[in-house]
């Protein structure tokens, strides 16, 4: 498995997004125009002045070679207006930002490789789930189940909760879990052995995925309305 950008990548396998399919990679004839890249694109939107951690960049996106999936790190990658930088560090290998929606807002996003513009949009939701339980502060342990609980979210057409605990050191490189649920649950208790110890950030959110035009099979722009608790997880 590609070691690039880890929380990306769990997000994804989470909503059911295929990242290891079939690119079109335009057949084996060399005259064949260059293939169109795989551009992943995420935006994590939190109610306006709570953002988890001082070093979390809510706006990412990775873009490859779909042929031969090497990272395109000259790409102009720009979500509302915001410019993403390439982090070249090796739990990361993606373009980053930090990207503010109000709820219901429009997310654009732009993607620029040797000449071409692929494009793909949204409306952010309009209401972010809130977490009631665990509580600020709580404390997991590693070796049980735990049981994350929480209010619903808006719009639920087309939408999907997404369950997440981060590493509160490093939250978009370092360890990560994530489960994608049905919009007809408001609980889920995340199976023991599951997580590891340390200072964590639970994240519950609403989510939803837009294909992106004439990119690579399986390119898409995910983004939804997140809100989140910070706890420990014992060994």
């Not at 031969?68 to 993606?94: D, F, K």
């Not at 980053?96 to 071409?116: F, I, K, R, Y």
Request: charge should be negative; hydrophobic fraction near 40%.
């Amino acid at each position: 498995m590609r070691n690039k950008y880890i929380v990306l990548l769990g997000i994804l396998l989470a909503l059911s997004i295929s990242l290891f399919g079939c690119r079109g990679d335009g057949g084996g004839d060399s005259s064949a125009p260059p293939s169109p890249p795989l551009i992943e694109a995420l935006l994590f939107s939190f109610p306006i002045g709570s953002i988890p951690l001082a070093n979390f960049e809510n706006a990412m996106a990775i873009v490859t070679d779909s042929s031969s999936g090497a990272n395109i790190t000259t790409a102009t990658v720009v979500m509302n207006g915001v410019t993403l930088t390439y982090n070249a560090s090796p739990t990361h290998q993606a373009y980053e930002g930090n990207v503010t929606v109000m709820p219901g807002g429009s997310v654009t996003l732009s993607v620029t490789v040797e000449g071409n513009t692929y494009t793909a949009s949204g409306n952010q939701f309009t209401i972010y789930p809130s977490i009631s339980s665990p509580v600020s502060g709580a404390t997991f342990t590693a070796n049980s189940s735990n049981t994350v609980t929480w209010s619903a979210g808006a719009p639920l057409t087309s939408a999907v909760y997404l369950l997440g605990v981060l590493d509160a050191t490093d939250p978009m490189g370092g360890t990560a879990y994530f489960q994608g649920l049905g919009t007809n649950v408001n609980s889920f208790s995340i199976p023991a052995n599951s997580l590891t110890a340390g200072s964590r950030v639970v994240i519950v959110g609403i989510a939803t995925t837009v294909s992106i035009p004439n990119a690579a099979t399986d390119s898409a722009l995910v983004f939804g309305g997140f809100n989140y608790v910070p706890i420990t997880v014992n060994p």
